[in-house]
């Protein structure tokens, strides 16, 4: 059976996928190799998730300037949306999404929009690998419009007692999820696609706990004081510098959750996630939680960790104990009520 890992100790294996973006649209049948496939197949075009347009994001002042030139896909729940939504918003499931755009005008921006923009990034990163690469999230979402919808991001607070700032070494690399596919399509584009379609209907909550995301307090129930770690669980702290991992917001106060490993975000050029790098020092048979500076990028790197089988999930209001969130952000822009 051909099993490609993508073993990156191997110093002949790392020049091979040096050349990813060269490399053509590979098949893919119902083999273990599958996830290497995506890799290799998302690598090769463009490579969204390390690139600099990851997080895509829009702010409210941008959608509320020039909204002639939008289409805006307001996710939240009816009951949310007939509460307050943006004019000529259209309320919709991600799980419609997809056949929604496919008739829609390709010259037009997409803005996903979400009470926190946290969902909303998740889903607007699927639908970059899918190959939208109009869609945007609305950044921190209805909270950022109007005062009315602020208060999940300001009084969100995260319970700092098990923080510190020691350095967690990068595990060894080990292979990638195991994956496989039962739908008949012939090149790996559709068996991409046709897994991005799955991974849409998934819930995030950006209340709770959910099978994509979780809080701080969630992480807390399964953390065990003997072993120093969370329950199968493997935390990522996707940051710009060693700054954001080691310190909070004074040299007092602990930076980072216990166990957590630093990954150098794609600022500069310079993304651990590369295959080429350290992807592969994140460990396939463990429960992931990525957290970043505001929430956004991590549910991005969710969803792209989701695609190739890891079971993802992202850290709800990344280091608001370090970044925040404050009324400054809340523009007060007009809102329609109804369905």
């Given at each position: 059976?051909?099993?490609?890992?993508?073993?990156?100790?191997?110093?002949?294996?790392?020049?091979?996928?040096?050349?990813?973006?060269?490399?053509?649209?590979?098949?893919?049948?119902?083999?273990?190799?599958?996830?290497?496939?995506?890799?290799?197949?998302?690598?090769?075009?463009?490579?969204?998730?390390?690139s600099?347009?990851?997080?895509?994001?829009?702010?409210?002042?941008?959608?509320?300037n020039?909204?002639?030139?939008k289409?805006?896909?307001?996710?939240r729940?009816?009951?949310?949306?007939a509460?307050?939504?943006?004019?000529?918003?259209?309320?919709?499931?991600?799980?419609?999404?997809?056949?929604?755009?496919?008739?829609?005008?390709?010259?037009?921006?997409?803005?996903?929009?979400?009470?926190?923009?946290?969902?909303a990034?998740?889903?607007?990163?699927?639908?970059?690998?899918?190959?939208?690469?109009?869609?945007?999230?609305?950044?921190?979402?209805?909270?950022?419009?109007?005062?009315?919808?602020?208060?999940?991001?300001?009084?969100?607070?995260?319970?700092?007692?098990?923080?510190?700032?020691?350095?967690?070494?990068?595990?060894?690399?080990?292979?990638?999820?195991?994956?496989?596919?039962?739908?008949?399509?012939?090149?790996?584009?559709?068996?991409?696609?046709?897994?991005?379609?799955?991974?849409?209907?998934?819930d995030?909550?950006e209340?709770?706990?959910?099978?994509?995301?979780?809080?701080?307090?969630?992480?807390?129930?399964?953390?065990?004081?003997?072993t120093?770690?969370?329950?199968?669980?493997?935390?990522?702290?996707?940051?710009?510098?060693?700054?954001?991992?080691?310190?909070?917001?004074?040299?007092?106060?602990p930076?980072?959750?216990?166990?957590?490993?630093?990954?150098?975000?794609?600022?500069?050029?310079?993304?651990?996630?590369?295959s080429?790098?350290?992807?592969?020092?994140?460990?396939?048979?463990?429960?992931?939680?990525?957290?970043?500076?505001?929430?956004?990028?991590?549910?991005?790197?969710?969803?792209?960790?989701?695609?190739?089988?890891?079971?993802?999930?992202?850290?709800?209001?990344?280091?608001?104990?370090?970044?925040?969130?404050?009324?400054?952000?809340?523009?007060?822009?007009?809102?329609?009520?109804?369905s």
């Amino acid at each position: 059976m051909k099993k490609i890992f993508l073993n990156l100790i191997l110093f002949g294996l790392l020049a091979f996928i040096g050349c990813l973006k060269d490399a053509p649209v590979v098949q893919a049948n119902s083999e273990e190799n599958n996830s290497a496939d995506i890799l290799i197949y998302l690598e090769s075009q463009g490579d969204y998730i390390n690139s600099q347009q990851m997080p895509s994001l829009i702010t409210a002042t941008e959608v509320y300037n020039n909204p002639s030139d939008k289409i805006i896909l307001d996710i939240r729940s009816s009951g949310d949306f007939a509460t307050g939504h943006i004019q000529n918003a259209i309320n919709i499931s991600p799980a419609e999404i997809i056949n929604y755009l496919d008739t829609s005008d390709p010259n037009k921006t997409v803005v996903i929009v979400s009470l926190t923009g946290q969902s909303a990034s998740y889903y607007t990163s699927l639908l970059r690998f899918y190959g939208y690469t109009n869609a945007f999230t609305l950044k921190y979402g209805m909270t950022a419009w109007n005062n009315d919808f602020a208060s999940k991001w300001i009084n969100h607070m995260q319970h700092k007692g098990l923080f510190n700032n020691k350095v967690n070494n990068k595990p060894a690399f080990s292979p990638l999820p195991k994956l496989t596919f039962s739908n008949s399509g012939d090149n790996i584009k559709e068996k991409v696609n046709s897994r991005i379609q799955e991974l849409m209907s998934i819930d995030f909550s950006e209340s709770d706990e959910s099978e994509i995301s979780i809080s701080v307090q969630n992480l807390n129930t399964i953390y065990s004081t003997l072993t120093e770690e969370y329950a199968n669980t493997f935390i990522v702290c996707y940051a710009q510098n060693q700054g954001e991992y080691i310190l909070g917001s004074s040299l007092d106060n602990p930076g980072h959750l216990p166990s957590a490993v630093y990954y150098q975000d794609n600022s500069f050029e310079a993304s651990d996630l590369r295959s080429s790098a350290n992807l592969q020092t994140i460990p396939s048979n463990k429960d992931i939680v990525v957290y970043s500076r505001i929430g956004h990028s991590s549910a991005f790197i969710t969803a792209y960790l989701r695609v190739l089988g890891y079971n993802a999930r992202s850290l709800l209001f990344g280091m608001k104990w370090l970044f925040g969130f404050d009324q400054s952000q809340v523009k007060n822009y007009p809102y329609i009520t109804g369905s």
